[in-house]
């Protein structure tokens, strides 16, 4: 369902004594719809990431993106340069698996005080270290789908540290699709077969998709990897799993 008209704002998510910045954004129209958690690469919740969640708004949905370095580095949002990058991951490295739960818990509680959010089962989008957090993310109960682009790590680390975070793959609740270019150089084929290979053991309902030609951040129209291809593409597969499930 696509609407013409969204409303947009930065709203505070509670997580205890943490006030998290989150960016909001959902249908004008009245009615009840399903809520998405869109979750951010390492720049932060930036133009891309507003505009992303302003995207899902724009097909039905609530969409949230809240600020995962909210402990480390309050309002942080950049760019895509050599010393925006370094500092994107100087905050990446800080962050912990349970903390980054939490905080993505506490979005999902806070959707769920909105009348106009549906009270069923929520989904999940996420790029780059969000990716990884989505992944994380699709074990959290409320989660039904959930689809994670080129998210680095997955099958050899996890924020904090600990047992890499394909490990709780089997905690998977929902339907999980997997977005990745072929040229990306921070994700090998392997990696990828062995993500492909762990949600089939556990029996996670689950697509992967690889892309010809597409490397790191392919859907980000801002970043130099852009491919406008792949990312139209992967962008029905979001659509059409989120409508099939939410």
């Not at 369902?1 to 943490?18: A, F, S, Y």
């Not at 249908?27 to 869109?38: E, H, L």
């Not at 682009?149 to 975070?165: R, S």
């Amino acid at each position: 369902m696509t609407v013409t008209e969204i409303r947009r704002q930065w709203v505070k998510v509670d997580n205890g004594d943490l006030q998290i910045d989150a960016y909001l954004a959902q249908p004008d129209a009245p009615g009840t719809y399903p809520g998405v958690i869109v979750i951010q690469e390492i720049y932060g919740v930036n133009g891309h990431i507003q505009d992303v969640t302003e995207r899902i708004a724009e097909e039905g949905y609530v969409a949230i993106a809240p600020a995962i370095y909210q402990r480390l580095a309050p309002g942080f949002s950049v760019g895509y340069s050599p010393k925006e990058i370094e500092l994107g991951r100087k905050y990446k490295v800080q962050t912990k698996a349970e903390e980054l739960l939490s905080d993505i818990q506490s979005a999902i509680d806070y959707l769920k005080t909105l009348p106009q959010v549906k009270s069923a089962g929520m989904g999940s989008l996420g790029f780059c270290f969000g990716g990884h957090v989505a992944y994380l993310a699709a074990t959290l109960t409320d989660i039904k789908a959930t689809a994670a682009f080129y998210g680095a790590g997955i099958a050899t680390l996890t924020p904090g540290g600990g047992e890499p975070t394909i490990a709780r793959t089997q905690e998977i609740k929902g339907t999980l699709y997997a977005f990745f270019g072929k040229e990306d150089p921070l994700i090998s084929l392997p990696e990828v077969e062995a993500i492909a290979t762990e949600l089939q053991k556990c029996n996670i309902p689950h697509q992967i998709f690889s892309y010809d030609g597409a490397g790191h951040g392919f859907f980000c129209d801002r970043r130099s990897d852009y491919d406008q291809s792949s990312a139209k593409d992967a962008w029905q597969k979001v659509l059409q799993l989120f409508s099939s499930i939410l």
